[in-house]
C-alpha cells in the first residue's frame, strides 16, 4: 500500500507559452512510477509557471487566508488586519474593520448561507449576514485564558469547529460547536493523555470528517470524528522540518498544507501519507501561505504570504483531463494534479469567471485561471 501510494504523484501543468497541449500530454505519459528525487526534479524540468495576469486591489498586502463565498468571490486577509471582500476582476466589495487582532490565522470561514464567520479583535466570534448589513454574535469571549485562532464551517454537519489556544503555555484545543451556539466537543488529548496540539492556528474537515489542523509548533494533526488521534504529520522525509500554514482538503480527500520550510505545498492521502509537493519554483508565490479548494468549481486558491500575489489554479484529475475522467491509481486513489492537459483560457479584465467551456484550440496556457496582484 505505501509503495502505491509513493508511485501517486501531482503535476503542476502550468506552462510557459512554448509549450503546446501535445508537449503537455506526452510529459503525461513519461512519468515515473516510483518517488524518488529525480522524480521531484523531473516535475521541476516539465512544468513552468506562465506569465501571470495581475489585477489590482487596494489595501491588501498579502494573502494569509482565504475564504471561497462563491466561483467569483472570496474573502481574503492579510497582515494589515484587513479582512476584504473580492471579485475576480480584483474589485474590492466590502471590507471589515473589527477583524481578528492576529491575522496571520485562519480566522474566518463561510457558511452555505454565504455568511462569513470571523474572529474579532476581542475574540468573539460574529457572524456577518450574506447582505453585509448585519453582524450578530456567534459566541462571546468571556474572560476565559483560551481565546480563537482559527474557525472551519463543516458543510457535513453545519457545525463550527473552532481551534483555541491558551496565552503563553502552548497549549492548544479543538471545539465544537453545533448551530446554535452549543459547546459539543472538546479535542484536546490524543490516546495516551497527551497534549495534540500547542497553537491550532488553520483547520478544516476532511470528506470522512476528520479534523484536520494546521499547527505550526507542531504538525499536521489529525483526529477522526469522535476525537481520536489518527495521525500527526511532521514533513517529508521523515525527520525534516516542517512549518505548516494554511491547509485544505480536496474531492478526494487528499490534504494539503502550506509549508513555510520547502515554500511548497505538500499534498498528503487522508492517512497522512505523504504523496507530492506543488509550487517547488513559484518566483511568484514566494511562500504559499492562504489555500482554499473550491469543490464546486475544482479550484485551487493559494495565496503568498511574502508579496501580494492572488493565485487561482484548475486542479483536476492527472489521467485523462480532457475527457472528465478519473483514471484510479494501483491502490484506487485518481492520479491528480494542477490542471494538467485541459485547457483554459486566463481570465482577463472584463472575462466572465469561470470559463464557459473547455477550448479546442491547441495552443493554450493550461492551468493559470487567474492571478491577482494587489497594490500597496
Not at 457535513?156 to 466537543?185: A, C, H, I, P
Request: hydrophobic share 30%; with cysteine; glycine share 6%.
Amino acid at each position: 500500500m505505501e509503495a502505491c501510494n509513493k508511485s501517486l504523484e501531482s503535476r503542476l501543468t502550468i506552462c510557459d507559452q512554448d509549450q503546446t497541449t501535445a508537449d503537455v500530454i506526452k510529459s503525461l505519459t513519461e512519468i515515473p512510477t516510483t518517488w524518488t528525487e529525480e522524480t521531484q526534479k523531473e516535475n521541476e524540468r516539465l512544468w513552468k509557471l506562465s506569465s501571470p495576469i495581475f489585477f489590482q486591489l487596494k489595501g491588501v498586502r498579502r494573502f494569509y487566508h482565504i475564504s471561497c463565498v462563491t466561483s467569483d468571490r472570496v474573502w481574503v486577509s492579510d497582515d494589515r488586519n484587513n479582512l476584504m471582500l473580492t471579485d475576480t476582476t480584483g474589485v474590492p466589495l466590502h471590507r471589515l474593520e473589527d477583524s481578528c487582532s492576529d491575522p496571520f490565522t485562519g480566522f474566518h470561514t463561510v457558511n452555505s448561507e454565504s455568511e462569513l464567520i470571523y474572529i474579532d479583535e476581542d475574540n468573539n466570534i460574529n457572524k456577518l449576514s450574506k447582505d453585509m448589513k448585519t453582524t450578530t454574535t456567534f459566541k462571546e469571549r468571556t474572560g476565559s485564558t483560551w481565546r480563537p485562532r482559527c474557525v472551519y464551517w463543516s458543510p457535513s454537519t453545519g457545525d463550527l469547529l473552532v481551534g483555541m489556544s491558551m496565552y503563553w503555555t502552548f497549549t492548544g484545543k479543538v471545539t465544537r460547536y453545533n448551530e446554535s451556539g452549543k459547546l459539543t466537543q472538546t479535542i484536546q488529548h490524543d490516546n495516551t493523555g497527551l497534549e495534540l496540539y500547542q497553537d491550532p492556528s488553520f483547520i478544516t474537515e476532511n470528506n470522512n470528517e476528520d479534523v484536520v489542523v494546521s499547527d505550526p509548533f507542531n504538525a499536521v494533526v489529525v483526529t477522526e470524528r469522535g476525537g481520536r488521534h489518527r495521525f500527526s504529520y511532521k514533513g517529508h522525509p521523515s525527520g525534516s522540518e516542517l512549518l505548516p500554514h494554511g491547509i485544505c482538503t480536496d474531492s478526494l480527500s487528499h490534504i494539503l498544507v502550506c509549508d513555510g520550510k520547502s515554500k511548497t505545498i505538500h499534498i498528503l492521502d487522508s492517512d497522512g501519507q505523504f504523496l507530492s509537493q506543488l509550487l517547488t519554483k513559484s518566483q511568484e508565490m514566494g511562500e504559499p501561505w492562504g489555500l482554499n479548494y473550491d469543490a464546486n468549481t475544482q479550484c485551487l486558491w493559494v495565496g503568498s504570504g511574502v508579496n501580494n500575489t492572488l493565485c487561482v489554479y484548475m486542479y483536476t484529475s492527472r489521467k485523462d483531463a480532457l475527457t472528465d475522467e478519473h483514471t484510479p491509481g494501483p491502490d484506487g486513489n485518481a492520479l491528480f494534479s494542477l490542471t494538467p492537459a485541459t485547457c483554459y483560457k486566463q481570465v482577463g479584465y472584463g472575462q466572465k469567471w469561470p470559463p464557459d467551456s473547455r477550448l479546442s484550440e491547441s495552443r493554450t496556457w493550461p492551468g493559470l485561471a487567474a492571478v491577482f496582484q494587489t497594490a500597496h
